[in-house]
């Protein structure tokens, strides 16, 4: 069924996807505590411009069985994904060991998950670790995507692109940026973004915007997402939106918000 909107009158930027499915121009948002009914109006008001939904880091762990049910359940009837954040799996792996995996994955399947974030942001893999968790997202299956970089130092720009290609080579289906790597100081790291741009496959990556809880401000935050949007364009894959962003973050892709049209977009 067509998605209406009014004033179809006024032109849309032609490389914007507005209708779903998207293959590229996902937008991901994370989310901590939504209840169902602030999920229903988040739905009704900018379900459109929703792709993935990340629940984030544990807080899958702390909510009733009833409620996360229920909450995956309106996103798949909704045409959004629910995306099982990464730090959970950190959690998983340094309390139990890679053993535990299989019976973690399994829960997650079975209360309807449909992505599943492969990360070390705190907890380190040893050697092989990412080949064999995919295959065990795999045979549940789901999907898995991987995040690169670190929250606590930068990285060098070769060692993100590298685990970016190896991240991809293991067939996850995005390689998610880390936004405390795609941000230097507090202004966008355009060396590292640049090279990205030139020497990756832009359309299977996700850029994470930066968030309070690394540091950083909400200057730095709508920065770094107007530097993306205006580097890689109204299709960017952007990750870490906020719910109360969401219709926010398509103005910006589409020049209809305060910042103006994407010829004018400065970071």
Same mark, same amino acid.
């Given at each position: 069924?067509?998605?209406?909107?009014?004033?179809?009158?006024?032109?849309?930027?032609?490389?914007?996807?507005?209708?779903?499915?998207?293959?590229?121009?996902?937008?991901?948002?994370? *989310?901590?505590?939504?209840?169902?009914?602030?999920?229903? *109006?988040?739905?009704?008001?900018?379900?459109?411009?929703?792709?993935?939904?990340?629940?984030?880091?544990?807080?899958?762990?702390?909510?009733?069985?009833?409620?996360?049910?229920?909450?995956?359940?309106?996103?798949?009837?909704?045409?959004?994904?629910?995306?099982?954040?990464?730090?959970?799996? #950190?959690?998983?792996?340094?309390?139990?060991?890679?053993?535990?995996?299989?019976?973690?994955?399994?829960?997650?399947?079975?209360?309807?998950? *449909?992505?599943?974030?492969?990360?070390?942001?705190?907890?380190?893999?040893?050697?092989?670790?990412?080949?064999?968790?995919?295959?065990?997202?795999?045979?549940?299956?789901?999907?898995?995507?991987?995040?690169?970089?670190?929250?606590? #130092?930068?990285?060098?720009?070769?060692?993100?692109?590298?685990?970016?290609?190896?991240?991809?080579?293991?067939?996850?289906?995005?390689?998610?940026?880390?936004?405390?790597?795609?941000?230097?100081?507090?202004?966008?790291?355009?060396?590292?973004?640049?090279?990205?741009?030139?020497?990756?496959?832009?359309?299977?990556?996700?850029?994470?915007?930066?968030?309070?809880?690394?540091?950083?401000?909400?200057?730095?935050?709508?920065?770094?997402?107007?530097?993306?949007?205006?580097?890689?364009?109204?299709?960017?894959?952007?990750?870490?939106?906020?719910?109360?962003?969401?219709? #926010?973050?398509?103005?910006?892709?589409?020049?209809?918000?305060?910042?103006?049209?994407?010829?004018?977009?400065?970071?």
């Amino acid at each position: 069924m067509r998605f209406e909107t009014a004033f179809e009158f006024v032109p849309l930027d032609k490389r914007r996807s507005i209708q779903k499915p998207r293959k590229s121009g996902i937008t991901m948002v994370s *989310d901590y505590q939504l209840g169902l009914a602030g999920l229903a *109006d988040l739905i009704e008001v900018s379900g459109q411009y929703i792709d993935l939904f990340k629940i984030a880091t544990g807080t899958s762990r702390l909510f009733s069985k009833s409620h996360l049910l229920a909450k995956i359940e309106m996103l798949k009837a909704n045409n959004i994904r629910p995306f099982l954040g990464g730090q959970f799996q #950190e959690y998983v792996l340094h309390t139990q060991g890679i053993e535990a995996m299989k019976r973690h994955l399994a829960e997650a399947k079975s209360v309807g998950f *449909d992505i599943i974030e492969i990360s070390e942001n705190m907890v380190k893999f040893d050697r092989g670790w990412h080949q064999k968790i995919f295959e065990m997202v795999r045979s549940q299956g789901m999907t898995p995507v991987g995040e690169i970089g670190d929250k606590r #130092e930068t990285s060098s720009i070769m060692t993100v692109i590298d685990d970016v290609k190896e991240i991809l080579n293991l067939g996850a289906e995005f390689a998610l940026i880390e936004a405390a790597e795609l941000m230097s100081g507090g202004i966008p790291n355009e060396k590292l973004i640049i090279a990205l741009k030139e020497n990756i496959e832009v359309n299977r990556c996700i850029f994470e915007l930066a968030t309070p809880r690394v540091g950083s401000t909400t200057v730095q935050i709508y920065a770094g997402k107007k530097f993306l949007i205006k580097t890689f364009g109204p299709d960017v894959n952007l990750g870490n939106v906020t719910p109360d962003a969401v219709i #926010e973050t398509e103005t910006t892709r589409l020049g209809l918000g305060s910042a103006g049209p994407l010829d004018f977009l400065e970071a």
